[in-house]
């Protein structure tokens, strides 16, 4: 996606595993230009699907921000937000009723280039609709005998912006007859510190989460979030550990 953009080879996937292979090597020093060019890659792994020999590029890629991250001066503000699921929340609430994304482009302009204010305000151009989702109370059905207890996964930037998803889900469960549970605090999936390059934080967020999911004794783990589905299996079925916990997508 950021190749087709900007029609640089170092925002396509080949190229950022050349730039990369030269960090690791020393050929190259750690650059704001390099910097910005591994940011900049969404970690959709859409390039994995249609790589035919098969280059596992999101492993190239979070090793490779593990190893710049300490030439970093600072964490982005974006970043540091998403650790706090209600701040969020209260931001896109206030963004929505004062029509921020009309006038947050034109405020962004006028603060300094260098600016991680002004990075953040123009990289987000619409601001997400968050609404207070409505339950409906329903009437399991009498042939649902074999209910089971499902954990639905909320995540962190998730329970902020897809509570209308998840209260969807939420509601279809209850209707198919299953108790459905959410642990009592907010937890990562872990893909924000692992595609951050946070090798530490990772390994303590998923630590954090599987200890919280597996003390829920469910049966299954029913994530609405693309992103947490595709890591949260890491997280809960790390090597050398046997959990029988499947993840499942709310939807295909």
């Excluded at 937000?81 to 209260?90: K, Q």
């Excluded at 962190?156 to 209850?174: E, K, M, Q, W």
């Excluded at 595609?195 to 954090?208: C, I, Q, S």
Aim: charged share 15%; glycine share 4%; hydrophobic share 45%.
């Amino acid at each position: 996606p950021t190749y087709a953009l900007a029609q640089n080879e170092a925002e396509s996937p080949r190229g950022r595993i050349a730039l990369a292979k030269a960090v690791a090597t020393g050929a190259i020093p750690v650059s704001e230009s390099v910097l910005k060019h591994l940011d900049q890659c969404l970690a959709c792994r859409a390039c994995e699907t249609a790589c035919p020999s098969n280059v596992q590029y999101e492993n190239l890629l979070v090793r490779t921000r593990a190893l710049v991250e300490p030439a970093r001066k600072r964490r982005s503000l974006l970043h540091r937000l998403t650790a706090y699921p209600r701040v969020l929340t209260g931001f896109a609430r206030l963004a929505n009723v004062t029509a921020a994304a009309r006038w947050l482009p034109a405020l962004a302009l006028v603060l300094p280039k260098p600016s991680s204010l002004r990075r953040m305000l123009t990289s987000l151009p619409l601001a997400p609709q968050v609404q207070r989702a409505a339950r409906k109370p329903w009437q399991t059905s009498a042939s649902a005998t074999r209910a089971q207890t499902i954990i639905l996964f909320e995540g962190c930037v998730a329970s902020a912006f897809d509570r209308d998803t998840l209260a969807a889900t939420r509601l279809l469960l209850d209707a198919l007859g299953h108790h459905v549970v959410t642990p009592s605090e907010t937890l990562c999936c872990g893909a924000l510190p692992r595609h951050a390059g946070h090798a530490d934080a990772t390994v303590n967020t998923a630590a954090r989460t599987r200890e919280a999911l597996i003390g829920l004794n469910a049966s299954a783990v029913v994530v609405a979030a693309r992103g947490c589905y595709s890591a949260l299996p890491d997280a809960l079925h790390p090597p050398a550990v046997e959990i029988a916990l499947p993840v499942v997508a709310a939807a295909p």
